[in-house]
């Protein structure tokens, strides 16, 4: 059975740091890139960073550019994302998916696989 399991989150000040880990298990991911997606209260889901699957190529929504950094430890079958910097209005739930899809990297549709999530909270 597949499961992404999300770890990390809680509360954060503004202008400090925090590290989202996921850890996939059931199968090896290491040949499908991977993503992170964010839902905040009363607002859709959307894009926050996406890797390679061998991890050397990334995106990021402009949002998060030059904040957040996406990596990944294929040995370990883990997706991490770091989020420096945090600002209040990067609250959200976050969530790490696998990517098997070919269209574009930064839509919900094009991942299958998807973890419950952990709330991130950035206090002001």
């Known amino acids: 059975q597949v499961q992404l399991v999300e770890s990390g989150g809680g509360l954060v000040q503004a202008g400090g740091s925090l590290r989202l880990s996921c850890a996939a298990s059931g199968r090896t991911f290491s040949n499908y890139a991977m993503g992170w997606f964010r839902q905040a209260p009363g607002k859709e889901r959307e894009f926050v960073a996406a890797?390679?699957?061998?991890?050397?190529?990334?995106w990021y929504a402009d949002s998060v550019k030059g904040r957040f950094t996406i990596s990944r430890d294929n040995a370990k079958n883990t997706l991490y994302l770091q989020m420096n910097s945090p600002k209040p209005e990067d609250t959200a739930v976050y969530y790490c998916?696998?990517?098997?899809?070919?269209?574009?990297?930064?839509?919900?549709?094009?991942?299958?696989?998807w973890g419950r999530g952990t709330q991130v909270t950035v206090s002001s």
């Open positions: 890797i390679s699957w061998s991890g050397g190529t990334t």
């Open positions: 998916a696998v990517r098997t899809g070919l269209g574009l990297i930064t839509t919900m549709q094009e991942y299958t696989y």
